[in-house]
């Protein structure tokens, strides 16, 4: 396997993993939320404005990188590692 190959299958396999936290009902505080929501209400409500609306972007477009900001907002500022 080549290492643009690899890279790919990496990427496909991240984009899986969101996908699939984005449809469930558990947000990674281990709260509910709402299926296709990011985040529950109370992990997105701490989040500064300009992470919220990073969160709109596409999956393959900026979501992940968005995400990965958030997830570690939250850890360090607001619900610690999860």
């Known amino acids: 396997m080549?290492?643009?190959?690899?890279?790919n299958v990496a990427r496909r396999a991240?984009?899986?993993?969101?996908?699939?936290?984005?449809?469930?009902?558990?947000?990674?505080?281990?709260?509910?939320?709402?299926?296709?929501?990011t985040l529950c209400r109370a992990c997105y409500w701490s989040l500064p404005e300009s992470m919220r609306v990073a969160?709109?972007?596409?999956?393959?477009?900026g979501y992940e990188a968005a995400y990965a900001a958030a997830a570690e907002y939250l850890d360090r500022h607001v619900r610690g590692p999860r």
């Open 14 to 37: 991240e984009e899986y993993r969101l996908l699939a936290e984005l449809r469930g009902n558990i947000c990674r505080c281990g709260a509910a939320k709402t299926p296709d929501r």
């Open 55 to 61: 969160l709109y972007r596409r999956i393959g477009k």
């Open 2 to 7: 080549t290492d643009q190959r690899g890279a």
